[in-house]
């Protein structure tokens, strides 16, 4: 073949897209990648998350365990690397400590938990100085990923490697014939693109707040609120609706999002707002997908694939994971392919 | 009505003033300062509540009712809207150590939010080698908007600013019933205090939004705190009136935080400042009846000295300083 690199395709721009490319441009030197987008920046999925690591297994009743767990310490093993770098605050990817707590019934800790820098259950004296009335919770040390810094970070790194970045609808595989592999990150997008019936919409609305004197996460583990501080902007929100696929924001749900916060932290009333978003989630029923394929096509065209969605909630958390194993796919077609040869 | 004059407007000095206008309600409080505001000692701190016994001497009672009473107050304040005025937030961080050593003791542990031993797996996770840590959850207040805060209480109430700089406590006698001495390094000259050095602190104040945690290195004084909109970095700490900017200091202390963070190299400096801290063998907390050669008395309540800790027991020693004022007062006439 002489010396033409090997191309491979991704298909879709979020973290998931972009940490799975980086990861192939490093683990496969020998190949060119090119992603494929019609969302790039401001107008991904991942571009408003919050963005705080908390891999919470919940969202997933069919999940493969040892399997999460291998994305779950490999995600935090690289983002507790940049978070003590000189990177950091390009990245967005900082240390944080928070509140997560419960009202009723105990709540254990999410699987990711074992992973981040501590967890520790809050006393009863400790629970009592917190407003609300929360029957337990813990204090945790972990990381945030603030998305808008870590997916321009990434694609800085992606174009730096030489990686190619095409603004195309891909509306089949198909189109991608030339390739010798194709990475589908395309989220909701799977849903008409594979299709994947089991892709689902979960809307999501939040707040950005200025607000600098919070230095603490707090999510509710039993009504959804939280607030995540980002790197200039406090994130505020506790929006979580199935199949809703609307995309404005509502005065709703900003008074949703303030019922929920409100008695834990009042100062929340006083910061200015600076911008709303809304977010549809890319969920998928049991579990996300992340496996290889190989597609047949009327046109005689054999595409191998390696799936990358369906993350729900948890999508910025295990980026990098995620974008390692795909990694490992991709050698693992590639190796297959040059086996027949 | 009472006329009490406070010296000095730094946060010693307006928190005991605000002290006394809460508590007494039929007194008319002065403070009378040669420096406010941005030009106080206590502007530049990083106003991390962090009891310090190795630093700050005072008898182990005191010491504990007065950061009890302050840690009171600020986590009382902080529950409200009233939190960002008064730049009263709640913070987390490591102290780090080189050696296995130290330990911290319980009663000191039990001025804060709360201090657990930090595991070895975190622990490595901070660069720079360090043998133990703790992590801490407590609070600031921060100068920057914590002065103000206490000013616009201060005002509200009826209370009067004079600028001047007190070079006798004579020149306060019958015109204000009891004085409060609050006057920091002042007192060196004010009071002819020997007791008093000056510790010289030198600390830069970066953009740097993604540190949301403070670690305070103890062995070599290194530090960050996180404050609302800006970083402070500090590590120096000598015996030393300079209050001359120095180059050289501030590129020992960036050789040395960087280490422990790097990701501040790339952080904007937005301010530089010095300051020197009162700092006094023991902390001065007590009243004086000063008698004059012209048969003259002045009832004083001193509340100097307070070193690194002088934002953190701001509140705790007001309270103190207005018992003892209210002493005075019930006390038998002169």
Known sequence: MGSKKMQIAVIGAGVAGLASALNIQTALPQTQVTIFCDKKDTETTSYGAGGLFRANEAYYPDLDLTKFRKYVQSSFEFYDKVAHSEEAGKAGIFVISGYELYHGKRVEPPVGHDYVYSCRELSKEELQRIPGNYSGGYFVTTLVMESRKYLCWMMEKFVKNRGRLVERKIQSFDELSDYEVVVNCSGLGSYHLVPDPKVYPSRGSLIRLNAPWIKHYYISMSDYGYIIPNTDMVVIGGINQHDREDTHFLQEDADVIMSKLEQYDPSLKTAEVVNKWVGLRPCREGTFRLEKDIRYFPSGSIIKIVHNYGHSHIGISLSWGSGCEVARLVQELITSHTSKL | MTKIAVIGAGAVGMATAVNLQQQLHSAQVTVIADKFGTDTTSHGAGGLFRPAPDMVDMPQDIFVRCH???????????????????????????????????????????LVSSIHEVSEKELRSIPGNFKKGFFVQT???????????????????????????????????????????????????????????????????VKAPWLKQFILSYSDYSYYIPNSETVVVGGISQVSEDLQYSKEDEASMWDRVLKFEPSLKNAEVVDRWVGIRPCRNPVRLEKEVISFQDGRKLKVVHNYGHGHSGITLSWGTGMEATKFVQEHLTSSKL
């Not at chain 2, 709640?90 to 009663?107: A, F, H, K, Q, W």
């Not at chain 2, 600013?161 to 609050?182: M, P």
């Open chain 2, 139 to 205: 609070l600031i207040m921060e100068p920057k908007y914590y002065l103000p805060w206490l000013t616009k209480k201060f005002l509200k109430q009826g209370g009067i600013f004079l600028k001047h700089k007190v070079t006798s406590f004579q020149e306060l006698v019958g015109v204000y019933d009891i004085v409060v001495n609050c006057c920091g390094y002042g007192a060196v000259q004010l009071c002819n205090d020997t007791k008093m050095y000056p510790h010289r602190g030198q600390v830069a104040r």
């Open chain 2, 68 to 110: 009890r009473q302050s840690y009171e107050f600020f986590s009382q304040v902080v529950q409200t809207e009233e939190a960002c005025d008064a730049g009263i937030f709640r913070i987390s961080g490591y102290l780090v150590y080189r050696d296995t050593e130290p330990v911290i003791p319980t009663y000191v542990k039990d």
